[in-house]
């Protein structure tokens, strides 16, 4: 039981570039989640999925999309990186909507 | 503009002291979570606390919460160096939006 597991650990990008951040789950949870974490400042909601088909804006979805592949799979997509899109991205699950999370270890993006 | 904040942003004691976090929010919530996270790792889960509830318990940790207030506090008792971290409050609200909020966090340093 691996948990929610994220690909790559670690990513560089130049300015223009695109990629995927890819998220997975094996609790068979319903929700599912992206934020970016700053230097010293909490999580910030980028998309969420409360269920498989769905997707939902969270507080900072500019510049990037997602995908709800499967009920195990949540990707994250950068069109065209910027560098403020620099960070820490974190994926996580929840049985349902408001209930406890379960994190992966996160994926930091460097654009250059 | 995030729902929780932690006060104080960071807090410095010595192992086997307490350590007392606190958390205000904006808005009427269904519940509150508070989270851990290690340097450079993802968040992981301590407690939640339902807004008909008033204290729990869990090991060394202790949660308060004062809906009429809208605060909560974290008690980390017999505090141990491997209790260094960063501490999130989160909370959902009752205005329909299936997620959680997550505030800037208190970054607990304990001295040897």
């Known amino acids: 039981n691996a948990g929610v597991t994220q690909t790559p650990k670690f990513q560089v990008l130049k300015t223009g570039q695109s990629m995927t951040l890819q998220c997975a789950q094996d609790m068979n949870h319903n929700s599912m989640y992206w934020y970016r974490q700053d230097p010293g400042m909490g999580l910030r909601l980028i998309y969420y999925s409360a269920s498989e088909g769905t997707t939902d804006k969270g507080e900072v979805p500019n510049g990037y999309n997602v995908s709800r592949l499967n009920k195990r799979e949540f990707s994250l997509r950068l069109e065209s990186a910027a560098p403020s899109q620099t960070s820490v991205y974190f994926c996580?699950?929840?049985?349902?909507?408001?209930?406890?999370?379960?994190f992966g270890p996160g994926t930091r993006l460097l654009v250059l | 503009s995030q729902q929780g904040e932690e006060d104080p942003q960071a807090l410095s004691i010595q192992e086997g002291e307490n350590a007392t976090m606190n958390c205000s929010y904006k808005t009427s919530i269904n519940n509150l979570q508070w989270y851990r996270q290690n340097s450079g790792r993802g968040l992981v889960h301590l407690i939640l606390?339902?807004?008909?509830?008033r204290e729990k318990h869990s090991g060394r940790l202790r949660v308060t919460l004062d809906t009429s207030k809208k605060s909560s506090s974290l008690l980390i008792t017999a505090s141990r160096a491997a209790d260094t971290a960063s501490y999130f409050c989160a909370t959902d609200w009752r205005g329909g939006a299936q997620k959680l909020v997550f505030g800037q966090g208190t970054r607990l340093t304990i001295n040897p």
């Open positions: 996580a699950s929840s049985v349902g909507n408001q209930e406890t999370q379960y």
């Open positions: 606390i339902r807004s008909n509830e």
